[in-house]
């Protein structure tokens, strides 16, 4: 897929002014396929993850957005609109009750094209910087499809962009590219049933755990919705959730 927009942005716009300001830096970009399709799984600690790794990734990376931005009204809302439908991404109604099938049939038409598909298993943003546990719609992608899982661990850009900020700040951010992960070759070795509940976890919590090795943060076993859901009504850490 080559889309003007997303050029113009990652070239002229944009791009040249985070590369001066946040200086990003990739390591491990070779296990990035030069063609052909792939799923990037990324922890997810910044709206602006979604800047910074596809600045320096050298090929257009499409990702499943949040309905709201093609739904919101207003000056911003219009904005949202038109950027996130210019830059070629796909909505996705993530409380919707048919979920899972729209994110597969998204998924299946970006990776049948041959083309990077993007995805944050948490879901939402770590509240703390830590690692989340994964939502299982990646995993069932890619036993469904057959394609690579490569996993992306962002770093810094939870300080370059903190929650609630929109200008980001002078932090360095990297990108670290994992080893790719072939899904139907782990759930055989595991000696699980391809497309069940089990592989599907299993896949999805394996790939958790090497972004967690990755950017050097602690693994939480718990959705980082529920936890922020706490701590939003003013109840704190979840047991079992506190930071050390």
């Known amino acids: 897929m080559n889309n003007n927009w997303y050029r113009v942005f990652k070239y002229v716009l944009v791009g040249p002014f985070l590369r001066v300001y946040n200086r990003p830096e990739i390591e491990g970009g070779e296990n990035i396929p030069s063609e052909g399709a792939a799923i990037l799984a990324s922890n997810h600690q910044a709206v602006m993850d979604s800047f910074y790794f ?76 830590r690692i989340y546990k994964g939502k299982t719609g990646m995993a069932y992608v890619a036993m469904e499809t057959g394609e690579e899982i490569i996993p992306i661990a962002m770093i810094g850009s939870r300080d370059a962009n903190p929650i609630g900020t929109t200008i980001p700040r002078p932090a360095k951010v990297k990108v670290k590219v994992g080893t790719p992960i072939d899904p139907r070759a782990f759930v055989a070795e595991q000696g699980l049933e391809l497309g069940s509940y089990e592989a599907a976890r299993r896949l999805t919590d394996h790939v958790m755990f090497i972004l967690a090795d990755l950017t050097g943060q602690p693994y939480v076993d718990a959705y980082a919705a529920d936890v922020k859901k706490s701590l939003a009504a003013g109840e704190g850490f979840p047991p079992g959730t506190e930071p050390a």
């Open 54 to 129: 596809p600045l320096l990734c050298p090929r257009q990376i499409t990702f499943p957005a949040k309905a709201e931005y093609f739904t919101g009204t207003g000056l911003k809302g219009r904005f949202q609109k038109w950027f996130f439908t210019a830059v070629g991404q796909e909505p996705l109604d993530r409380t919707a009750d048919n979920a899972m099938d729209s994110l597969m049939n998204t998924a299946k038409k970006v990776l049948s094209r041959g083309d990077l598909f993007g995805i944050y298993p948490e879901g939402s943003r770590s509240p703390d910087g």
